[in-house]
């Protein structure tokens, strides 16, 4: 896990994130996904997850930043933007700003990715705040304040 320091962001160091270790000593844990920062600077900010079955992130929407997921392992169920689709091993999904999506792990087995986000905004600062959070509604609340804005329970047909 991480010391408490503050991440800072700035350009893009030179360097080596080893396996396993996360830039900035960064592995939160949020609501049971495992995330690891792979790469954090103020253009853009990586993290590899592992999503055990069950597991998700409802419906939400960046409204500053453009998002991607490149699958690794598993499947990842997604809403985007009014559709469910599917995504597997070397699909890599493509969110922009704005777009209301959502995805879950909804095997039998773990899921891996690598996310990142551009630019990086406050979310790798919203990460240090969730870390060992185990309440959904003061995840939204923080969430929130930190430019991540959850659609309301109910409002997207199977999430």
Known sequence: ?????????????????????????????????TYWARAVSESSFAFETLDPPGTGVP???????????????????LYLDGEWEKAGPGDTVLMPRGLPHAYYNRSELDSRALFWVSP????????????????????VRQSALHDVEFLPPGSVPGA
């Open 120 to 139: 990086t905004g406050k979310l790798a600062h919203l990460f240090d705040q969730l870390h060992d959070l185990s309440d959904p509604a003061e995840v």
């Open 1 to 33: 896990m991480f010391d408490g320091d503050e991440i800072v962001l700035g350009p893009l160091p030179k360097g080596i994130v080893r396996a396993g270790e996360g830039q900035h000593r960064r592995v939160w844990n949020v609501l049971g996904h």
């Open 59 to 77: 419906p939400h929407v960046h409204p500053t930043q453009d998002e991607h997921i490149h699958v690794l392992e598993g499947v990842f169920t």
